[in-house]
């Protein structure tokens, strides 16, 4: 079964979010939505989410999810905005936990904070099914590049967050907390094990070597021609290759207030007594 999927491209962050949704029945899933966010200024717009919003109302679509891959460090969440104006429920892996947990150290959040994943409406598990419309979506657990990261295979297509790139860009880093180079190979095994012709959608492209930004690829393009796990690259290859790249990255610019942020589904810290959101900065912590 195949679902109609729409992109929309941020170029700040080179996120791609997607519509996707069932054409039989008009049932749709949102899936990493941007929130625009000058970090100079510290304000929010929602310009790139009210392309998705006026996308959503314009085609007359039901949504039934807002959808995240994984708590992403390069853009902040639309999630509770694009849900307030269409609708549908808030869903991550139940990893986030994880990922609350160590972050909550990190940035020493307020005690009303909790790790259990609360902040989300619904906590998706390896091997849980739903469905948008019709169409069957089965959710695989892909850690690795966080302990949050989840592949939603959604009819004949799969939209695998940051866990691989278009074949020419290869695959996430994996030096974030939780994140792991050998871990990541496994879980992306999972996915090339997909039928060949499954499509395949990414949430970032970077147009490596100056061509245009892509997003859509298939699991047998990925197994033939992925510059870090295709050909049948080793476990011990692509460690040794992924480890020496992340050595030489640095982090992602909005890290700080996006992870702060993504934590809580996509909602500010609480006000303080003036009624203003801060976001922290740790010293010398990341």
């Known amino acids: 079964m195949t679902p109609a999927v729409t992109p929309f491209f941020h170029a700040d962050s080179n996120t791609i979010s997607y519509v996707v949704s069932d054409p ?73 936990r994880d990922v609350q947990s160590h972050f909550r150290e990190v940035f020493n959040l307020e005690p009303s904070f909790t790790a259990n994943g609360e902040a989300f409406d619904q906590l998706f598990g390896d091997g849980d099914t739903f469905n948008i419309g019709n169409i069957p979506v089965n959710v695989m657990h892909t850690p690795g590049h966080t302990p949050s990261c989840m592949t939603y295979v959604v009819g004949d297509s799969a939209f ?21 180079a050998a871990t990541l190979y496994r879980s992306i095994q999972r996915i090339l094990e997909l039928d060949s012709d499954t499509r395949i959608f990414v949430c970032h492209d970077y147009g490596p070597g100056g061509r245009e930004i892509s997003w859509q690829t298939t699991v047998g393009e990925q197994r033939a021609k992925n510059i870090h796990v295709g050909t049948g690259k080793t476990e011990n290859e692509f460690v040794e290759l992924r480890s020496t790249r992340d050595a030489q990255l640095s982090l992602p610019s909005l890290i700080v207030p996006a992870i702060q942020i993504n934590i809580r589904a996509g909602e500010m810290p609480p006000p303080e007594d003036n009624g203003v959101s801060y976001i922290k900065i740790p010293i010398n912590q990341l």
């Not at 200024?41 to 314009?58: F, L």
């Not at 866990?163 to 996430?172: E, K, N, S, V, W």
Request: net charge negative.
């Open 160 to 180: 695998v967050g940051d866990t691989l790139f278009m074949p020419d860009g290869g695959t996430a880093r994996a030096d974030f907390p939780g994140g792991d």
């Open 24 to 96: 039989a029945t008009s049932a749709a899933a949102i899936i990493d939505a941007v929130l625009d966010f000058n970090v100079a200024s510290g304000r929010t717009h929602t310009a790139s989410a009210d392309q998705i919003v006026e996308h959503v109302k314009a085609q007359g679509l039901e949504v039934h999810w807002v959808i995240e891959t994984h708590a992403h460090a390069d853009h902040l969440s639309a999630a509770p905005y694009v849900r307030d104006c269409v609708g549908g429920k808030i869903g991550i892996g139940e990893g986030i």
